[in-house]
């Protein structure tokens, strides 16, 4: 009996060894249609959001991701240039099944959503590169060396858990910190249209302010302003802090929609180590028209000025993402650029952000050909948190500043053709007296930053009686 106990377990120990060595089981299905920007493929099943490889004949592969199905066909978006695919074209998932349990080992448990999602580099390793949205360098400095990886569909925190925005953020623009003070933790859009300096008020932002680390999300935008704003905007010490993530409008919208993830995913791990980090990300327009461009694909109807419902319901789940952290963590402060076509304040994605967002800065195309920089339109701009951040006589000369900016331009075209006599208004008379300075107040040059305390200051001297 002892002699056939001891054969037994040699031969359960041989095919242990024998399980160990197989090569797991990969599901495996084939190409069968390639319509616009989706591909179809037959005999595989795979969750939304799951990582697959295209083989091409000879040693090329696509990457592609899974954005939905039907019936027995399983729809997925490419994301990088398909040219060479033929029919029949084996599809692999990326990531095999776990093993087989070995007798006596309890049976794994199975991945969640998250889990099962792509997961990428992030960590200090990443401080002054430039990757583009699957975490690979495109600034010619050597592989990342890091072992920290992130998923992508990590969840916003439980609202009740985060700590209020009580603290001020520090962006070196006077216009900003005296009249449209920044709490850190909030979430901004800048609101503009084409041409009016979004990418130079960013990269001032990244120069000048006080956050600890700075990821910069380029999203869709034109190749060739990456090279400018990183050399022209940012700066060798700007970049120093900060991680780029380049995604530009040539490359697929699977992989834009990943880039501005990918940002947030790199900010939120800087976040939850404690560090304050500034989140810009241009453009959420951007990020939005690719989303739109993967749900009329995949046959998803339209209901807004071509938007489908999933680009509606995508945009608060990536702003929900940024936002303080538990109380004595980190923060993420981001700003969204948010592009209005033909500069129309109510174009769908600039209505829909505005809801979502703490703040809207508006920029003035006006302003912007009248040699007013920054173009920043103060009457149409409000942070929906500076009342929690200032003292009150802050907050009452930021808002007699706003009341006599008004007053003026509201006379603007009486003043033009004399209508207006002196002594009418009192009100009016002294915005008149006060504009000159009230417009040099909202003026900065480009390569100089101002403090909080310094706007502050000029703003209590701007109404001191002369």
Same mark, same amino acid.
């Given at each position: 009996?002892?002699?056939?106990?001891?054969?037994?377990?040699?031969?359960?120990?041989?095919?242990?060894?024998?399980?160990?060595?197989?090569?797991?089981?990969?599901?495996?299905?084939?190409?069968?249609?390639?319509?616009?920007?989706?591909?179809?493929?037959?005999?595989?099943?795979?969750?939304?959001?799951?990582?697959?490889?295209?083989?091409?004949?000879?040693?090329?592969?696509?990457?592609?991701?899974?954005?939905?199905?039907?019936?027995?066909?399983?729809?997925?978006?490419?994301?990088?240039?398909?040219?060479?695919?033929?029919?029949?074209?084996?599809?692999?998932?990326?990531?095999?099944?776990?093993?087989?349990?070995?007798?006596?080992?309890?049976?794994?448990?199975?991945?969640?959503?998250?889990?099962?999602?792509?997961?990428?580099?992030?960590?200090?390793?990443?401080?002054?590169?430039?990757?583009?949205?699957?975490?690979?360098?495109?600034?010619?400095?050597?592989?990342?060396?890091?072992?920290?990886?992130?998923?992508?569909?990590?969840?916003?925190?439980?609202?009740?858990?985060?700590?209020?925005?009580?603290?001020?953020?520090?962006?070196?623009?006077?216009?900003?910190?005296?009249?449209?003070?920044?709490?850190?933790?909030?979430?901004?859009?800048?609101?503009?249209?084409?041409?009016?300096?979004?990418?130079?008020?960013?990269?001032?932002?990244?120069?000048?302010?006080?956050?600890?680390?700075?990821?910069?999300?380029?999203?869709?935008?034109?190749?060739?302003?990456?090279?400018?704003?990183?050399?022209?905007?940012?700066?060798?010490?700007?970049?120093?802090?900060?991680?780029?993530?380049?995604?530009?409008?040539?490359?697929?919208?699977?992989?834009?929609?990943?880039?501005?993830?990918?940002?947030?995913?790199?900010?939120?791990?800087?976040?939850?180590?404690?560090?304050?980090?500034?989140?810009?990300?241009?453009?959420?327009?951007?990020?939005?028209?690719?989303?739109?461009?993967?749900? #009329? @694909?995949?046959?998803?109807?339209?209901?807004?000025?071509?938007?489908?419902? %999933?680009?509606?319901?995508?945009? =608060? !789940? +990536? $702003?929900?993402?940024?936002?303080?952290?538990?109380?004595?963590?980190?923060?993420?402060?981001?700003?969204?650029?948010?592009?209005?076509?033909?500069?129309?304040?109510?174009?769908?994605?600039?209505?829909?952000?505005?809801?979502?967002?703490?703040?809207?800065?508006?920029?003035?195309?006006? #302003? @912007?050909?009248?040699?007013?920089?920054?173009?920043?339109?103060?009457?149409? %701009?409000?942070?929906?948190?500076? =009342? !929690? +951040? $200032?003292?009150?006589?802050?907050?009452?000369?930021?808002?007699?500043?706003?009341?006599?900016?008004?007053?003026?331009?509201?006379?603007?075209?009486?003043?033009?053709?004399?209508?207006?006599?002196?002594?009418?208004?009192?009100?009016?008379?002294?915005?008149?007296?006060?504009?000159?300075? #009230?417009?040099?107040?909202?003026?900065?040059?480009?390569?100089?930053?101002?403090? %909080?305390?310094?706007?502050?200051?000029?703003?209590?001297?701007?109404?001191?009686?002369?």
């Amino acid at each position: 009996m002892t002699l056939n106990a001891q054969r037994l377990a040699q031969y359960l120990g041989q095919c242990r060894t024998q399980i160990d060595s197989i090569h797991p089981w990969q599901l495996a299905g084939r190409l069968t249609r390639i319509n616009g920007l989706v591909m179809e493929a037959s005999g595989i099943k795979l969750p939304i959001g799951a990582s697959t490889q295209i083989q091409i004949p000879g040693d090329g592969t696509v990457q592609a991701e899974v954005v939905g199905f039907s019936g027995d066909r399983l729809f997925m978006m490419p994301a990088e240039d398909v040219f060479g695919l033929p029919p029949g074209a084996l599809v692999r998932a990326l990531e095999p099944p776990p093993k087989l349990p070995v007798l006596g080992q309890k049976t794994p448990q199975q991945r969640r959503a998250p889990d099962r999602a792509k997961h990428l580099p992030v960590g200090p390793e990443l401080l002054g590169r430039v990757v583009d949205g699957n975490g690979r360098p495109l600034d010619s400095l050597g592989p990342l060396n890091t072992q920290n990886l992130n998923s992508l569909a990590s969840r916003p925190l439980n609202p009740l858990l985060r700590e209020p925005i009580s603290h001020t953020m520090d962006v070196g623009i006077r216009a900003i910190n005296a009249l449209l003070t920044v709490g850190r933790g909030q979430r901004l859009g800048l609101f503009a249209g084409s041409g009016v300096g979004k990418s130079v008020l960013l990269g001032m932002m990244a120069r000048c302010t006080t956050a600890d680390v700075i990821v910069v999300g380029l999203i869709g935008e034109r190749g060739r302003e990456v090279k400018e704003f990183i050399e022209q905007n940012l700066g060798e010490a700007g970049l120093a802090r900060a991680v780029v993530v380049a995604a530009p409008a040539d490359v697929s919208p699977l992989l834009r929609l990943q880039g501005a993830t990918y940002a947030t995913s790199i900010a939120e791990h800087f976040r939850d180590e404690g560090r304050h980090v500034l989140l810009i990300m241009d453009s959420l327009t951007r990020y939005a028209m690719a989303q739109r461009e993967i749900a #009329l @694909a995949i046959g998803e109807p339209p209901v807004t000025r071509g938007y489908p419902p %999933s680009v509606f319901a995508r945009l =608060p !789940q +990536l $702003v929900e993402r940024a936002g303080n952290s538990t109380p004595g963590g980190g923060s993420i402060t981001a700003f969204y650029t948010v592009l209005t076509e033909g500069d129309d304040p109510q174009d769908p994605i600039a209505d829909a952000a505005r809801a979502i967002l703490d703040g809207h800065i508006v920029l003035s195309r006006q #302003l @912007a050909d009248a040699g007013h920089y920054p173009a920043i339109d103060i009457e149409q %701009s409000i942070s929906r948190v500076m =009342p !929690q +951040l $200032v003292t009150p006589d802050h907050l009452e000369l930021a808002r007699r500043f706003k009341q006599l900016y008004s007053r003026y331009q509201r006379a603007r075209d009486l003043l033009a053709v004399g209508a207006y006599a002196h002594g009418a208004d009192p009100l009016l008379d002294r915005a008149i007296a006060l504009y000159p300075r #009230l417009e040099g107040f909202l003026q900065q040059p480009m390569e100089k930053c101002v403090t %909080s305390a310094m706007a502050n200051q000029f703003l209590a001297e701007l109404f001191t009686e002369t």
